[in-house]
Antibody
Framework: QITLKESGPTLVKPTQTLTLTCTFSGFSLSTSGVGVGWIRQPPGKALEWLALIYWDDDKRYSPSLKSRLTITKDTSKNQVVLTMTNMDPVDTATYYCAHVAAAGPFDYWGQGTLVTVSS | EIVMTQSPATLSVSPGERATLSCRASQSVSSNLAWYQQKPGQAPRLLIY???TRATGIPARFSGSGSGTEFTLTISSLQSEDFAVYYC?????????FGQGTKLEIK
């Protein structure tokens, strides 16, 4: 079955760079049409899509955050990495990674990881 | 960017009754619309995709309808486990966007 799990720091300081890793199983990022995306959710607020990478290395970014985001994949390790630069307290949120098939919805989600930005 | 607007923000319904949640897109998204359910402390779960197709394992009491800019999620007879927050999401255009959510609470 498909599973995803996010990992990374729980606390970062303002201006630092956040690096999150999504480790998955049950599918391959070399399979045509498959993608992995990142979505975040500030406490008590709505979901916000951040970035997505497809099997063919096509990358998509939220326009409002594009200058701060980089998404990469390591197919051999079954991992997708998201980096976000210049972190600010407003970036405090639970960060999720999720599976996408053939430009569809996010059909499988990780459990999420809470990242707090504070000095 | 397509803006997704959900209404109402909060819906109070008694168990066993029907709940109807709405989602409106600022421009047409065809049928590329999904609904998710999120319970406290949990990740969202895909309920409906393609505006009306139930995801694997989703009970038949959940149904979706609509196309273009107007969409509806209906829960025919509310069970205790259905009280949660529901989000719609369009995946027709980049960037994909979510609605602000509807909280379904027990009346």
């Amino acid at each position: 079955q498909i599973t995803l799990k996010e990992s990374g720091p729980t606390l970062v300081k303002p201006t630092q760079t956040l690096t999150l890793t999504c480790t998955f199983s049950g599918f391959s990022l070399s399979t045509s049409g498959v993608g992995v995306g990142w979505i975040r959710q500030p406490p008590g607020k709505a979901l916000e899509w951040l970035a997505l990478i497809y099997w063919d290395d096509d990358k998509r970014y939220s326009p409002s955050l594009k200058s701060r985001l980089t998404i990469t994949k390591d197919t051999s390790k079954n991992q997708v990495v998201l980096t976000m630069t210049n972190m600010d307290p407003v970036d405090t949120a639970t960060y999720y990674c999720a599976h996408v098939a053939a430009a569809g919805p996010f059909d499988y989600w990780g459990q999420g990881t809470l990242v707090t930005v504070s000095s | 960017e397509i803006v997704m607007t959900q209404s109402p923000a909060t819906l109070s319904v008694s168990p066993g009754e029907r709940a109807t949640l709405s989602c409106r897109a600022s421009q047409s998204v065809s049928s590329n619309l999904a609904w998710y359910q999120q319970k406290p402390g949990q990740a969202p779960r895909l309920l409906i995709y393609g505006a009306s197709t139930r995801a694997t394992g989703i009970p038949a009491r959940f149904s979706g309808s609509g196309s273009g800019t107007e969409f509806t999620l209906t829960i025919s007879s509310l069970q205790s486990e259905d009280f949660a927050v529901y989000y719609c999401q369009q995946y027709n255009n980049w960037p994909v966007t979510f609605g602000q959510g509807t909280k379904l609470e027990i009346k």
